[in-house]
């Protein structure tokens, strides 16, 4: 018996932004498959473009994928420094007569794409160096370009995960440059002599690239490689129907981190981004890992929902651990470092009420507001000569409790209320004015309870004393 091979994944952005949504997702899609095989999961920077690529990008993407916990197997592969790999095989090329030099100058070229613009073809390279036999084409002490020596008859057939059997005919491939004519080889060559070197036998990415995968499987023919597995998934539109940009509020994953989306929230929410399982919405990085398949990736693209992402957040934030929501609350607001234990016990009732991460801190600032609470404009209303008497009457009965617990409380209160024949309605806007002053927090029963008597009753004789 034959062992599997063992499956290789990889990410290979290009450094020149930040890592945004469609690029989490391409990487989480080949972590998740990688993961899910026992496989390995690589990264490779594709710095090919000197101009365009940025130790801030670079940086951002490392960052990125950290914080979604896409932790790569081994080093990154810079591609740049793979340069001289990849020139060496376009001399293997040239030598087998699988590549050509080039002597057509930018201007001869313009030239063609424009007779054939005219002729209303696509706009290609004519052939003009393309060897005919033995007859091959010299410029001495001229630059050149070398271009690979496409088949002109049949088609090429990619056979994608996702796509299923994509053919296309070889007459619409001109022959494209492998090296430039100041020596640097393109991103075409360098992508297959990478992934092939790297052993990768997985290329999930995004439709995008489909065009480009059937040229790339034409120059593996070449090579006598085998052409690994192509998987492209369908972009990410936004609510609109149109593909995720800028425009969108497209953001990097930083950003989504600094409003408060938990890590795995996004991977949860980014692998509803065109994969499925059954009706599963919300699920752990662990389900994610046994369930993920490139087979239920689905072929149209998914859209981008800002109000689906906050569900799938508030869900996790809910299953999350309250020893981990506490720290990442007193990293939101220092101040309540000083009500660790308070905020230990009212963590299930914050997140329970909390969609992102500044919620539960805003949520929990009343444990350490200072007093006299300043009160919000609508709270202060309730306020009144009347109320007040009430609350100084329940202030008295509250000192009196001795289980300061929050059912003893609201039985106290409700006993009250039944007496005086008032609402409910009537009196917690008083107490959450005298205690918050705003109407973000927990129940009023618990914030009592979780005040403490002393503070409780303190920040109730502010408002009735003068
Ligand atoms: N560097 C390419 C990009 O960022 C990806 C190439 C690939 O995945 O093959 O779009």
Known sequence: MTEAKKIVTRFAPSPTGFLHIGGARTALFNWAFARHHGGMFLLR????????????????????MSWLGLEADGEAVYQHANAPRHVEIVEQLLAEGKAYKCFCTQEEVEAMREKA???????????????????????????????????????????????????TANEQFDDLILLRSDGTPTYMLSVIVDDHDMGVTHIIRGDDHLTNAARQAQIYAALGWDVPQFAHIPLIHG?????????????????????????EAMRNYLARLGWSHGDDEVFSTAQLVDWFGLEAIGKSPARFDTEKLDNVNAQHINMADDADLVAETIALNDALADYAAPLTLAMPLLK??????????????????????????????HLNEENLTHLAALAVKLENLDDWSRDAIEALMKAYMDENDLKMGKLLPVFRAALVGSSQSPGIFDVLSLLGKAEALARLSDKFTR
């Open 45 to 64: 920077i594709e710095d090919t473009d000197r101009a365009r690529s940025t130790q801030e990008a670079i940086d951002a993407i490392l960052d990125g």
């Open 117 to 167: 613009r005219a002729e209303g073809k696509p706009p290609r390279y004519d052939g003009t160096c393309r060897p005919d036999g033995d007859t091959v084409r010299h410029v001495d002490g001229a630059p050149f370009v070398v271009r690979f020596k496409a088949p002109q008859n049949g088609e090429t057939l990619i056979d994608d995960a996702v796509q299923g059997s994509v053919a």
């Open 239 to 263: 609510a609109d129907g149109a593909k995720l940009s800028k425009r969108h509020g497209a953001l990097g994953v930083e950003a989504y981190r600094d409003m408060g989306y938990l890590p």
């Open 352 to 381: 329970d009420r909390a969609t992102r991460l500044p919620d539960l801190a805003t949520d929990a600032a009343f444990l350490a507001a200072k007093r006299p609470i300043g009160v919000d404009d609508k709270l202060q209303k």
